[in-house]
């Protein structure tokens, strides 16, 4: 399933609001039910696949971001670049369709006398 390294693991019992969502764990071993993971402080255990997923990639663009200390993260998702653009905003229809249901609509037999 995933290769050894670094995932991030989701955190369920939260004392305060300001601790993380997820923690930083080391993946030794997975199969596609359970994985066997080593927390920083050395603790090991198995854990669900479903509760980890995968640590964003952090990619310099180019050589004056890197300068200015700006970075942008590299996304792994299926959905076109075009969703992704800043340049690509939702813009209303002047006249957007209008959506009528099929069904024919009987008033309720209430009090049929």
Do not use: W
């Not at 310099?60 to 792994?76: A, P, Q, W």
Request: hydrophobic fraction near 25%; aromatic fraction near 2%; glycine fraction near 4%.
């Amino acid at each position: 399933m995933c290769e050894p390294g670094t995932v991030l693991l989701k955190r369920h019992v939260r004392h305060s609001k300001t601790e993380p969502l997820v923690d930083e764990v080391e993946l030794l071993q997975a199969n596609p039910n359970y994985a066997h993971i080593r927390y920083s402080d050395g603790r090991e255990t198995t854990v669900s696949t479903r509760h980890l997923a995968p640590t964003p990639k952090v990619v310099v663009t180019d050589s004056e971001s890197h300068e200015n200390g700006t970075e942008s993260l590299e996304v792994n998702s299926d959905v076109p670049d075009e969703m992704h653009s800043q340049d690509n905003k939702m813009v209303p229809e002047d006249n957007p369709p209008v959506r009528r249901s099929g069904r024919v609509i009987k008033p309720p037999t209430r009090l049929d006398l």
